[in-house]
């Protein structure tokens, strides 16, 4: 078969010569999409994009290390974390997209939603300076993720229990593999253990935030749905507190960086790093917004 | 003599999977059930790891196999509940594993209620390991990365015979 131009014959259809085809279905395809009973659409519907984004952020800043990793096996992992963490927000905003009724699919929020309507926090987004920098922000969002989500496979919504149930077996691994890390470089050379106390010095002010309740948060566990967000503080004080003690270091004694007026990234208002990701993670969707993938 | 049922579930079970093509969808342990209505078919299956990529390929694989054998109306459900454990990988599934060079997972850790440990002590200094090598047989292998070429797999090593190899990590 012949073709005028090389794009037309990498986006025919079912063209085999893609490992996986194109013109991906939803991940939530065939999955009973009932809502469960009495349970506010527009609140599952939000709930569900703030954790998808907090999912689609991170894998996004650990796709940023592909090609920068410091050797090869790091590498990998990087990306097979991001690939976990991208799976799970893609069944998420799926089910955003469900609840909310109407005829947005995953693509329209990753990629046409503005950065104020991002809901992930803030700890997120930032951008990694160094290995050290990554390591502790993985530490920190995956232990609070682990306890969030291991609370969310009660939820009464079934599919957002299902996610969950599936997203701790991953999760359980990456928090292992930061954990590892933190121990390495911390009990490590005294260089590596200035490079990860500063590192987690830097990343310590955003941590305050991801047990900061949203009204949201909050109807959904009263609804029993989610997880209050500031129930999981001490189980994950407790496993930062066991990590580095076997790291050889302290936890930081440092203010919590406030937002602005008593609003943080679930409201939407970032740090002005999250202005380069989203534009980044967006340009080519913008640049051609009838492009199937 | 076979059923409509036992046909249609033996065709969508020869279907291999895009990423560990030794092993079929059944060996996996994906494919959760096939039920035949009217002259359809309803296949459902689950993915193992969240962001799997291939479970688009294993859905049009098993569309195109069950046509072939003359099944018009296909659909392929999913189901995410409960969650994939390679604890469903078949006996069968093992053995053809390690016949390729890919060390079979050992039994998924058990979770129970409350707070999942952290494991601190980095697996490779755990000697003799309960995973052997599928060169050589030897219980002297060490982990090198817990992240393989795809989510289900990790890279190990051997010290007897030196050799590299995967293995499919417990889940």
Redesign the interface.
């Known amino acids: 078969m012949s073709f005028d131009n090389a794009y037309e014959a990498i986006t025919e259809q079912?063209d085999a010569r893609w490992?996986?085809?194109t013109g991906?279905?939803s991940?939530?395809?065939?999955?009973d999409s009932e809502l469960p009973e009495g349970v506010d659409r527009a609140d599952l519907a939000a709930y569900s994009l703030m954790l998808a984004d907090d999912a689609l952020v991170v894998s996004h800043r650990l796709q940023q290390w592909c090609t920068h990793a410091p050797e090869l096996?790091e590498e990998?992992?990087l990306?097979?974390?991001a690939?976990?963490?991208?799976?799970?927000a893609?069944?998420l905003y799926s089910r955003a997209g469900q609840a909310e009724g109407g005829d947005r699919a995953e693509d329209d929020y990753a990629y046409f939603r503005t950065e104020s309507e991002f809901g992930n926090v803030r700890l997120a987004e930032l951008a990694q300076p160094d290995f050290a920098f990554l390591v502790a922000t993985l530490l920190v969002f995956t232990?609070w993720r682990?306890?969030l989500l291991?609370r969310m496979t009660g939820s009464r919504d079934?599919?957002l229990?299902?996610?969950a149930?599936?997203?701790?077996?991953?999760v359980?691994?990456h928090?292992?593999?930061a954990?590892?890390w933190v121990?390495?470089l911390g009990d490590g050379t005294d260089y590596s253990r200035q490079r990860m106390r500063d590192a987690l010095e830097a990343v310590w002010p955003y941590v305050d935030e991801l047990f900061a309740t949203h009204p949201v948060e909050r109807r959904m566990a009263e609804a029993g749905v989610g997880a209050d967000p500031a129930s999981l503080r001490d189980?994950c004080a407790?496993?930062f507190g066991?990590?580095l003690e076997?790291a050889t270091l302290e936890v930081p004694q440092v203010s919590p960086r406030a937002g602005v007026a008593g609003r943080a990234g679930r409201h939407g208002v970032h740090t002005e790093s999250m202005g380069y990701l989203v534009a980044e993670l967006q340009s080519v969707a913008r640049a051609y917004p009838e492009a199937t993938w | 003599m076979v059923t409509t049922q036992e046909h249609a579930r033996a065709v969508a079970a020869r279907v291999t999977d895009p990423e560990l093509p030794m092993l079929t969808l059944d060996d996996l342990g994906v494919l959760r059930d096939v039920t035949v209505t009217g002259d359809g078919v309803v296949v459902t299956i689950t993915p193992t790891y969240s962001g799997c990529p291939a479970l688009e390929a294993m859905r049009d694989d098993l569309v195109g196999e069950l046509r072939v054998a003359g099944y018009r109306d296909v659909t392929v459900r999913t189901v995410l509940h409960p969650p994939w454990s390679s604890d469903w990988i078949s006996e069968d599934g093992r053995r053809k594993l390690a016949e390729a060079g890919i060390a079979p997972p050992g039994p998924a850790p058990a979770h129970g209620q409350g707070p999942i440990p952290v494991t601190l002590h980095t697996p490779r200094s755990q000697v003799p390991s309960d995973v052997c090598c599928p060169w050589c047989g030897s219980a002297e292998t060490s982990e090198i990365s817990r992240f393989g070429a795809t989510a289900c797999r990790a890279l190990r090593r051997c010290s007897t015979c030196a050799e590299p190899f995967e293995h499919v990590k417990e889940i």
Do not use: C, H, W
């Open positions: 079912n490992a996986f085809g991906f279905d991940p939530l395809s065939g999955v096996e990998v992992a990306a097979n974390i690939l976990d963490l991208l799976g799970q893609r069944m232990t682990l306890a291991q079934p599919v229990a299902a996610i149930a599936k997203g701790i077996k991953e359980t691994y928090r292992d593999y954990a590892q121990v390495r189980e407790a496993v066991t990590v076997s």
